[in-house]
Each structure stands twice: as structure tokens, then as C-alpha cells.
């Protein structure tokens, strides 16, 4: 038996522990965006994170892959400070539909911005 | 001894480095969590006892990842944060110690996972630095307060050892987004996170959205 085989073989075994498996859903730079707003909102103002929050959702639906959890929340939170409520409800209703487990708190963000027009408000 | 039979001991020793790996960690009980396996996880922003204040978004903006692709519903955690402060809760510390009937009310989480972030850090050393990142992380159902799992994650790396694949993409990806120099303590951030949820035995059961749901960890 030919050693350069084997030892190809468990190189490849190993490698292949470390290769990317296939994701539940496409993050895109979902995490990322996040990290960004904290480090420096000057910079990073939510109209830079929306564009960017939009542009991953047209490749993870090309790819017909599904976004994470939170993410329409994360979007519609953003939406609604720039003063897009009308899209702003529309991701938090896709929240909803897509995970029903977010229900309760997407329903209180729903009811402030009713009332008014404010998520994170009293 | 020809080269074929020290390929086979090169071989097996290599095995044998990978099993023992596995071998001496003391498995977690997980009686309580499946008593009440939870569906959905309110990550907090992390307790920060670490020297660098950047650590406590560095870090939290990593957790959800892992933990969704773990097969739960992980509320977005940067809404949440804001929700809090707007509601009378300023900081990580007032929002962990808020009573947990009260965080169960406003978002209807099954369980709150309490991260306590104990190192975020790189120590220059002469010509190199080491990052280190810790995490403590607790995870306690909503309605009863038992705690349902319990771990911690710690990863190290040296600015020398630059070729980690993972780091590498990850690196890619951040500076798409930013123009600032990278964090190195954020993209350490995910190497704590793989070695808090993912061991066999110790880390994070898979929830209802994963394939390997049900499926001892």
C-alpha cells in the first residue's frame, strides 16, 4: 500500500473537520453590522447598516437560504430610526411569521410603535 | 522499521492525540436542561470584568451565531439592549439582576443566558502579542430559575500564529464592513465561543431548529 495514500487520506480527514459546514441560515454580515454600531455609530449610521443588511438578504434569497433568528427585528429596528415605520412594522411582522417564538416581544415593539412611533420607548 | 509500518505509527499516535482530547473531560448532568429544554435564549449584553471596555459589545456581538446555529431562537440582541436601557435598565449589571418573571413577561424567552466575560486582552510580550478572551456562561429557565447549563470558553491566540484559517475569513469578512483596524479580541471572540458551545460533552444541547436535535450532547 502506497504511504503517500495514507498519509493524504488523514490529511484529508483532518482538513476536513476544519472545512466550513453548511450553515442553518446565511449570516452575512449581520454580527458584524452589529459590532460596527457599537464600536462607532458616527461611522456607521443605520443607513449604512440597513443598505448592507438589505444586500445580504438579496444573496441569501438567490441562494434560497433563510435569514437568523432576529435578523427582520434587528432590520425593522433599524428602519424605524431613520423613520421608515411603515417598513419597520413590516420586518417585525416577518419576525413573527418566520419565528413565532419571537412573538411576544415583537408584539410589544409592534404596540410602541403604534402608539408612539417609537420601539424602544416607555 | 520500513516506512510503511512508520506511517501506520505515525498514524496511530496522531489518532490517539485526537481521542485523548476527548477522554479526560468530566461530562455536564444534564438533567435539569432536559427537564425544561428551552425553545428561544434572551442573550444579555455580558457582565464585563475584563480591562477593556470595547469587550462587552466585541464580545456579545458574537454569541448569537453559534448559539442560533445550536438550533434555538436567539432574540436579536442589539433590540433587546436597547429595549433595556430604554426601559429603565442602563447597564448589563441592572438587566442581570432584573427578576426573571419580569424578562419573561416583556419577551417571552424560554431561558436567559448570563454571560460574564472575564478576560478580553492582548498582552504584548516583545515582539509578539496574546490575545486571550474568557467567558462564564449560565443558562437559567425563565419560569422555574434552574439553572439548565452552565460552561466556559477560553481561547488564546498569538499574533504570530496569524494563519488560523477561521480568523483569516472571519477577518476578511469584518473589514469588508469596517475601516478600522480589527479587534483582535472580537475575532478571538468566536474561538471562546467554539470551545464554550460546541464540546461533545459538555457544551450546548442542540435546540429544536437543528438536524441533530434531541441528540445527546
Keep these: 500500500m502506497n504511504v503517500r495514500r495514507y498519509m493524504l487520506v488523514v490529511a484529508l480527514m483532518l482538513l476536513g473537520g476544519c472545512a466550513a459546514r453548511p450553515t442553518l441560515y446565511s449570516w452575512g454580515n449581520y454580527e458584524d453590522v452589529i459590532y460596527a454600531s457599537y464600536l462607532s455609530k458616527n461611522d456607521f449610521p443605520a443607513e449604512k447598516q440597513i443598505a448592507i443588511l438589505e444586500q445580504d438578504y438579496q444573496i441569501a434569497r438567490s441562494q434560497n437560504k433563510r435569514m437568523p433568528p432576529g435578523w427582520h427585528a434587528q432590520l425593522g429596528y433599524l428602519y424605524y430610526e431613520v423613520g421608515k415605520t411603515d417598513q419597520a412594522q413590516q420586518e417585525l411582522m416577518t419576525e413573527k411569521t418566520e419565528f413565532p417564538e419571537s412573538t411576544v416581544f415583537v408584539d410589544r415593539l409592534l404596540h410602541n410603535l403604534d402608539k408612539v412611533g417609537r420601539v424602544g420607548g416607555p | ?217
Excluded at chain 2, 110 to 125: G, I, R, T
Design chain 2, 1 to 217: 522499521m520500513n516506512i510503511s509500518s512508520r506511517a501506520y505509527a505515525i498514524v496511530v499516535l496522531m489518532l490517539a492525540l485526537t481521542l485523548s482530547g476527548c477522554q479526560t473531560v468530566k461530562p455536564y448532568d444534564y438533567t435539569n436542561f432536559h427537564a425544561h429544554p428551552p425553545r428561544s435564549i434572551l442573550v444579555l449584553p455580558p457582565l464585563n470584568d475584563s480591562t477593556a471596555i470595547e469587550g462587552t459589545y466585541g464580545y456579545l456581538s458574537t454569541v448569537s451565531r453559534p448559539v442560533a446555529e445550536h438550533g434555538y431562537y436567539v432574540f436579536p440582541v442589539a433590540v433587546v439592549d436597547q429595549f433595556m436601557k430604554a426601559n429603565g435598565l442602563p447597564t448589563a449589571a441592572e438587566m442581570h439582576e432584573a427578576p426573571l418573571a419580569r424578562m419573561a413577561a416583556v419577551t417571552g424567552a424560554d431561558a436567559v443566558l448570563f454571560l460574564e466575560l472575564k478576560q478580553y486582552d492582548s498582552k504584548f510580550v516583545l515582539l509578539s502579542s496574546v490575545t486571550t478572551v474568557e467567558v462564564l456562561a449560565k443558562l437559567v429557565d425563565t419560569r422555574t430559575g434552574t439553572l439548565l447549563w452552565a460552561g466556559r470558553g477560553l481561547a488564546q491566540q498569538d499574533s504570530g500564529s496569524s494563519s488560523n484559517p477561521l480568523a483569516s475569513l472571519i477577518a476578511a469578512a469584518l473589514s469588508q464592513v469596517i475601516n478600522k483596524k480589527t479587534d483582535r479580541a472580537h475575532l478571538v471572540s468566536r474561538l471562546a465561543n467554539a470551545n464554550l458551545f460546541d464540546p461533545d460533552a459538555t457544551g450546548l444541547p442542540y435546540g429544536p431548529y437543528s438536524p441533530k436535535y434531541d441528540r445527546l450532547p
